[in-house]
């Protein structure tokens, strides 16, 4: 069973648009990150969220955490090619230790 | 930032032979690495939390006897893939945790190392 489960799982735009990456569980969570991950790399941190209702921005990333700490979103305003790669969302369950779950993955294509 | 590498980053081997991937935490101290395995367009999956001068902690349905970890100092923890066959093959990363950070330390994850057993 997957604890974190993310929407869409694949999209593919063209640049300028706009899009926004769900990222949805039945679970609490202490916290969660969001990580963006290149092919043949490791994923790198892009934010961190730990109050229900928290919404930080990054440029033209927006991440916002449910108010009941059990969702996320990520939404990117005008993307370009650079933004294209794999997205994850990944969190710590309340009361499961320093275990990192990781979402289903969003894969995005963003063309010119 | 902090700074995981892994060695090597990528390594092809037969079926049947062994395979040791390291991962070093190169300007900080670990208590705690975490071993993923990621296959082609999937997310991570957690593996096993390695503690140092401890036992790893594997995951449900993950084989301690055939992912061997060992995680002798606070740099360094090492995942040995034994009688590697060709399922095994996949995209494999390490994370570490900063000792000195606290309990809600941010994980830094290394570049993977990428196994291929022909």
């Known amino acids: 069973t997957q604890l974190l489960e993310q929407s869409p799982q694949f999209l593919s735009i063209q640049e300028g648009e706009n899009l926004t990456v769900y990222c949805n569980s039945s679970s609490v969570f202490s916290s969660l990150q969001w990580y963006r991950q290149e092919p043949g790399e490791g994923p790198v941190l892009l934010v961190t969220?730990?109050?229900?209702?928290e919404v930080k921005k990054l440029k033209r990333l927006t991440f916002q955490f449910g108010d009941a700490r059990k969702d996320s979103s990520l939404h990117i305003t005008a993307a370009q090619p650079g933004d294209t790669g794999l997205y994850l969302c990944a969190g710590t369950i309340t009361g499961g230790g320093n275990k990192l779950t990781f979402g289903t993955g969003t894969q995005l294509k963003v063309e010119l | 930032g902090a700074v995981v590498s892994q060695h090597p980053s990528r390594v092809i081997c037969k079926s049947g032979t062994s395979v040791k991937i390291e991962c070093r935490s190169l300007d900080f101290q670990a208590t705690t690495m975490f071993w993923y395995r990621q296959f082609p367009k999937q997310s991570l999956m957690l593996m096993a939390t390695s503690n140092e001068g401890s036992k790893a902690t594997y995951e449900q349905g993950v084989e301690k006897d055939k992912f061997l970890i060992n995680h002798a100092s606070l740099t360094l923890s090492t995942l040995t893939v034994t009688s590697a066959h060709p399922e095994d093959s996949s995209f494999y990363i390490c994370s570490a945790r900063d000792v000195l950070a606290g309990s809600s330390a941010e994980q830094f994850f290394g570049p993977g190392t990428r196994l291929t057993v022909l």
């Open positions: 969220v730990v109050t229900g209702g």
